[in-house]
């Protein structure tokens, strides 16, 4: 048996421009930040001619082509793995529409699972990354983005620039300091859950690149700068404001009034994370206890950041 995990992700400032449709043309720029929740898959060979997968279903097949999990199948016709295999997944918390990348930390985590079971573990970390992103774009046929996969594949808080065309596509990632904002971060669900392929559908990204050129700006601007926790909040805000012009259902009411708490509790800055529309709001904050006691009718996340990506925990 072979068990990898791969962490979730917060994103602080640039999604849109991960969208490849978008950097295609103009670049792309996003910060972003792996945590320590973490996405765990479990690979192991069965005598039996089925091909076995668990995760919030159960589902057992003869043919690969039959079954329902995408980025499973997609991913073991990708290996050339047709039957004799058993996939187990779970995770620190539940991961379906929570805003934190659970789909791509799941998909990193097969790939090294898969592959350390075929007996050619991919190590490097980009590698990692760019099957991810080929099996969830182009395989899967998603309209998502790239940061996920880069951020859960490397670990660690990172500056990922998207090159264009001219560029050749090409991703650069750069290792950033976390030590200042390490301690700062909670995260509080809203309890809805959000569909991210369904807001992006709505994302009329043309009409809307002055938008997130600006996003990838901030990103761009902060990573050449020392984080300045009360400087790092403001321009938290107003992502979030500009995040908000993107498309209607990136927020609703009842999400403005969590963002709104989050600031009278002293709240440095906060967004909603992911596509939008539900899942988690990340504040970040030196007042916790007050966070916590303002939002105590549900479970907030202390979280730190994992320095490490998508790595093998177990062998047998």
């Excluded at 929740?37 to 039959?66: G, L």
């Excluded at 991810?132 to 670990?155: P, Y």
């Excluded at 301690?183 to 309890?191: A, D, E, G, S, V």
Aim: proline share 2%; hydrophobic share 40%.
């Amino acid at each position: 048996m072979i068990l990898a995990k791969a962490p979730l992700r917060v994103s602080f400032f640039g999604g849109g421009s991960d969208i490849p449709a978008h950097f295609a043309q103009w670049g792309g720029a996003t910060i972003s930040t792996a945590i320590d929740k973490y996405v765990y898959v479990a690979v192991m060979h069965t005598p039996h001619d089925h091909i076995k997968v668990s995760y919030s279903k159960q589902e057992c097949v003869e043919n690969v082509e039959d079954l329902q999990n995408d980025i499973v199948k997609n991913a073991l016709k990708f290996f050339g793995i047709k039957s004799n295999i058993e996939i187990t997944s779970f995770a620190d918390i539940p991961t379906i529409g929570n805003g934190l990348g659970g789909s791509s930390a799941f998909t990193c985590a097969l790939i090294k699972a898969l592959s350390a079971y075929l007996g050619y573990e991919y190590v490097n970390p980009y590698l990692i990354a760019k099957t991810a992103c080929h099996i969830e774009i182009d395989l899967c046929g998603w309209k998502i983005g790239m940061q996920d996969q880069f951020a859960s594949a490397f670990g660690g808080m990172n500056y990922i620039e998207y090159a264009n065309e001219l560029g050749n596509g090409r991703v650069d990632v750069k290792r950033l300091d976390s030590n200042t904002i390490e301690n700062y971060m909670i995260l509080i669900p809203t309890n809805i859950e959000h569909h991210a392929a369904k807001i992006l559908d709505k994302i009329n990204f043309e009409a809307k690149t002055f938008v997130i050129r600006q996003l990838a700006d901030m990103a761009k601007m902060q990573s050449t700068q020392r984080v300045n926790i009360n400087e790092y909040g403001g321009l938290l805000n107003a992502a979030w404001m500009l995040k908000k012009q993107m498309t209607e259902g990136i927020s609703s009411e009842e999400i403005d009034s969590m963002y709104d708490r989050c600031q009278s509790a002293g709240a440095f800055g906060s967004k909603l994370l992911g596509a939008g529309g539900g899942g988690y709001m990340l504040a970040i904050t030196d007042s916790k206890s007050v966070i916590r006691q303002e939002f105590s009718d549900r479970t907030c996340l202390d979280v730190g950041i994992s320095h490490e990506g998508a790595k093998i925990v177990y062998r047998d």
